[in-house]
């Protein structure tokens, strides 16, 4: 099967879809004021650097089960379905264990655009080390026809977002489109993506792309939090997260609009399985 993904709402065949082994509380920054709502805000602090599985181990229980029935739906849908393994100690301890571990969430350190597998540059540190609990698929790139491509290591330590040469990239961020044309959201907070990692990408991907940077609301930390592309011309999409107004390419889509609040509450964050059919919350 080839590698290839041209836009959101293309007929999903295959995906990665992370996997709760464990989940280290991350130490609190400001990165996740744009991420954890307010009645999770304390619990998230308290919690840092702990296990859940340890000191809550129902709860834990309850959100793998929540995940592996989503990859349930997905297989019986037809989709193939890749997890990742599981992180060795000596991989766990790379970064400070107080930066978190969280590996049940794929999306933020892969991108892939038409046949490019992109190992992104995650600015958080617990997202840094998944794409090597995935390392075994990216082996499968080339000889499947497409491209692998890895982003520049950043640095050892959590960043402060005050270093705007850095690259980061977080695939919350980055929707293809059919054309060639790919928007990447970039956030006022400087919490995920930057604009050097917007550029990166562009010059990654070559000029036959054209990659354009989408400013977000310093509130919200992803593109993918604020827009769902159900199909080509239909939107899912919070007006007031976007900081610069909507972008001229979905000016003549209809959008359904939902509120900031919405957006917070991650209300556009749906998995697209094909153009009448999402996974939704």
């Not at 690259?167 to 929707?175: A, S, T, Y």
């Not at 999409?237 to 939902?258: S, V």
Request: aromatic share 10%; glycine share 8%.
């Amino acid at each position: 099967m080839k590698i290839q993904v041209n836009s959101e709402w293309g007929n999903l065949k295959e995906c990665v879809f992370g996997q709760m082994h464990d989940f280290i509380f991350p130490e609190w920054t400001d990165q996740y004021e744009t991420i954890v709502t307010p009645d999770l805000k304390q619990y998230v602090k308290d919690n840092a650097g702990k296990r859940r599985s340890e000191f809550e181990p129902e709860g834990h229980a309850k959100t793998v089960a929540q995940q592996e029935a989503v990859v349930k739906a997905l297989e019986d849908l037809g989709v193939i379905v890749h997890r990742p393994k599981k992180l060795t100690r000596e991989q766990e301890t790379f970064y400070p264990i107080s930066s978190g571990i969280t590996q049940g969430w794929a999306r933020d350190w892969l991108g892939v655009i038409g046949n490019n597998y992109i190992e992104l540059a995650p600015r958080r540190l617990a997202l840094r080390f998944d794409k090597y609990a995935f390392r075994y698929i990216a082996e499968q790139v080339i000889d499947r026809g497409g491209r692998w491509l890895a982003m520049p290591e950043s640095p050892k330590v959590q960043d402060d977002g005050t270093d705007p040469s850095i690259p980061f990239l977080e695939g919350g961020d980055i929707f293809p489109f059919p054309d060639k044309k790919v928007l990447v959201g970039c956030n006022e907070g400087h919490t995920a993506s930057s604009e050097a990692g917007i550029k990166w990408l562009q010059a990654a991907l070559g000029d036959e792309y054209d990659v354009e940077h989408v400013p977000i609301n310093g509130e919200l930390i992803h593109l993918d939090c604020m827009l769902h592309t159900q199909r080509e011309g239909l939107a899912v999409a919070c007006p007031e997260g976007f900081a610069a107004g909507i972008p001229d390419y979905l000016k003549d889509w209809d959008l359904i609009e939902i509120s900031l609040d919405d957006a917070h509450h991650l209300g556009a964050n749906h998995l697209v399985v094909n153009e009448e059919t999402a996974i939704v919350a």
